[in-house]
């Protein structure tokens, strides 16, 4: 069935350091991907969303491309500030079994100054 | 803030009770979502309702059932409670169902410790 595998954290950075969290996904036809944000003793906001391959979501400088080819959506941010401290949560939304999400097990950042 | 409210924020009850979950919809929205968010496995999909019709079923235990009323509200009823039970119960909306409607808005979620 489909499913998303997320990269296992915790992950702690310093401020402006590079951030790549993976995902990848298993789906048949054409699922819509997305990244996922909850900040602690909140629900999750959406964060950024591709609807086809080679689509690129972007949203407060995070960025994720939709890659058909490696079946990725890797969510990537250039400088990381302390406020990006987060759980992130990679997402597939797919028609193939009565229009569900499927979610990652989510990504704990940390950033420290 | 979502526009997506739920209550109680906090539930604590012994092993084999019943609770109830509420959730109101954003303004607008016909559907509701019900996940459960537990530490060993991550965010899982229980329901979904369509203007008050059950539009899709993912991993939901038969304890649990889930209505949504003409107002639009849904609530979840948990029953013959485990320890296992214990977890981040959201609920989220979008305007309607399909793929045109991905985009899902959650609410803070209500906690629910079982004893």
């Known amino acids: 069935g489909d499913s998303v595998t997320q990269m296992e954290g915790p992950v702690t950075l310093s401020e402006e350091a590079c951030l790549t969290i993976n995902c990848t996904y298993t789906a048949t036809g054409y699922p819509s991907l997305f990244w996922y944000v909850q900040y602690p003793g909140e629900g999750l906001q959406l964060l950024l969303k591709a609807t086809k391959a080679d689509d690129k979501g972007s949203n407060k400088g995070f960025e994720a491309t939709y890659r058909k080819e490696t079946t990725s959506f890797h969510l990537e941010k250039g400088s990381v500030q302390v406020s990006d401290s987060a759980v992130y949560f990679c997402?597939?939304?797919?028609?193939?079994?009565?229009?569900?999400?499927?979610f990652g097990t989510g990504t704990s950042l940390t950033v420290i100054p | 803030d979502s526009g997506v409210t739920q209550t109680p924020k906090h539930l604590i009850t012994a092993t084999g009770q019943r609770v109830t979950l509420r959730c109101s919809p954003r303004?607008?929205?016909?559907?509701v979502y019900w996940y459960q968010q537990s530490l060993d496995q991550g965010l899982q999909f229980l329901i979904q309702y369509y203007n008050g019709e059950e539009r899709a079923k993912g991993n939901i235990l038969e304890r649990f059932s889930a209505q949504q009323f003409p107002d639009l509200h849904s609530e979840l009823n948990l029953s013959s409670l485990e320890l296992g039970d214990s977890a981040l119960y959201f609920c989220?909306?979008?305007?309607?169902?399909?793929?045109?409607?991905?985009?899902?808005?959650f609410g803070p979620g209500t906690r629910l410790t079982v004893l």
């Open positions: 989220a909306s979008s305007p309607g169902t399909g793929p045109q409607y991905n985009e899902q808005f």
């Open positions: 997402a597939l939304y797919s028609t193939n079994t009565g229009n569900q999400f499927y």
């Open positions: 303004s607008g929205d016909l559907s």
